[in-house]
């Protein structure tokens, strides 16, 4: 049998003794960090290219421009300054990370990884480095993953990225699909909470394989597909589902949270969301308008972005639920602990 002080931690691959234990400890978000591409596809532009009304999309979608990358951008930079940003913003230095986990189903080749790429950018040389496959769930199947391994004492700093250029996987002629879709990625730190403040509650993780026909990509085209009202009816059933979980988890109740940041699938998701649980229009973060759906970016984007606009402020709790291709889904709770530099 393996001797478990023997395993704690990663071995490094420079062929250094892996350092002694370290203690559990209860993990926190130390920061968060946005990048998105600078060129935007309008609405109205995709609209006139697909010969449909930009109205009916708005009103369906909320979406009224999405980031896009150019062919020459890649995102495994977009996620190395966005990792390198939330670890200067954590005062973290890169050679001190444990672990980098990049949550993504677009990396820039089939082979290798995002991760390993992100890491060597960034400058956490001493680090593992993991892609997460989960769809629009990686960012928190990756929350869940990393807050464990602090629990556990197996890591102390991992840089966590949700990264998605949606728009590389999208058939541009399909007006059930083109309309959603954007490019972006959000990364934060994860570490010991630093203070009184920031944890990460329990994380509800859920998947039904019978749903996989509804969000699929095949090898022989590359291009998602979608079957647009089951995946609406599933979106809405599964993370007010995953909400209550979580919130009964952590034993916490929906007055109890100040904000609500879901994936940010479609503006009417969101609503119809807001409308089951009667949550109130301010405590739910809506950043749809101008992003689209970045699959696993959207939860570190809305973090981020209400962060910028002062709506996330240190002790504040905030409910994080996802939903995506699998199908697979979740919720979380986490107390924010605050930016080191916000
Ligand atoms: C995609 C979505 C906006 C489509 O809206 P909907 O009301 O369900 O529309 P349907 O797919 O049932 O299509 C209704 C009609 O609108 C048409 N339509 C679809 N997209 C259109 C568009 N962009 N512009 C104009 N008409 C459109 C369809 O062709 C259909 O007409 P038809 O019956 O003559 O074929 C909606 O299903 C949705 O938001 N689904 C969730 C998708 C999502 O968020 N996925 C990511 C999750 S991770």
């Not at 995002?114 to 960034?122: E, G, K, N, R, Y």
């Not at 990393?146 to 058939?171: K, N």
């Not at 979106?235 to 995953?242: F, L, S």
């Amino acid at each position: 049998m393996l001797d478990p002080s023997r395993v704690d931690r990663h071995t490094h691959a420079t062929g250094e003794p892996a350092p002694s234990a370290l203690a559990p400890a209860r993990p926190a978000i130390l920061s968060v960090a946005a990048e998105v591409p600078s060129s935007r596809v309008t609405t109205a532009q995709l609209a006139e290219r697909l010969g449909v009304s930009e109205d009916w999309i708005v009103s369906r979608t909320g979406i009224r421009a999405r980031p896009v990358a150019a062919d020459d951008e890649r995102l495994s930079e977009f996620a190395a300054r966005a990792g390198s940003a939330a670890l200067h913003r954590a005062g973290v230095d890169p050679a001190d990370v444990d672990l980098v986990l990049v949550a993504t189903l677009t990396q820039d080749e089939l082979m290798p990884n995002a991760a390993p790429i992100v890491a060597h950018a960034v400058g956490a040389d001493r680090a593992g480095a993991i892609d997460l496959g989960a769809a629009c769930t990686g960012f928190l199947s990756g929350l869940s993953l990393g807050a464990a391994q602090i629990e556990t004492g197996r890591a102390d700093r991992i840089l966590l990225i949700g990264a998605d250029f949606t728009t590389r996987i999208v058939d541009w002629e399909d007006k059930r699909t083109a309309p959603l879709f954007g490019d972006g990625v959000g990364a934060v730190v994860l570490g010991p909470a630093t203070g009184e403040l920031g944890s990460i509650g329990p994380i509800v993780l859920g998947a039904d394989g019978s749903g996989a026909a509804a969000i699929h990509i095949a090898h022989t085209d590359r291009k998602l597909r979608m079957d647009g009202p089951e995946v609406y009816r599933n979106a809405v059933a599964r993370m007010g589902e995953a909400t209550l979980a979580a919130l009964a988890g952590a034993g916490l109740t929906l007055e109890d949270i100040d904000l609500f940041v879901y994936h940010q699938a479609n503006g009417r998701i969101l609503r119809a969301l807001a409308e089951k649980l009667q949550l109130p229009s301010d405590r739910v973060v809506d950043v749809i308008e101008n992003l689209g759906n970045s699959s696993a970016a959207t939860l570190p984007l809305g973090l981020a972005a209400a962060e910028d606009e002062g709506r996330l402020k240190a002790g504040a709790r905030v409910l994080l639920s996802a939903f995506g291709a699998g199908f697979t889904w979740g919720a979380g709770v986490i107390e924010w602990g605050g930016s080191g530099d916000a």
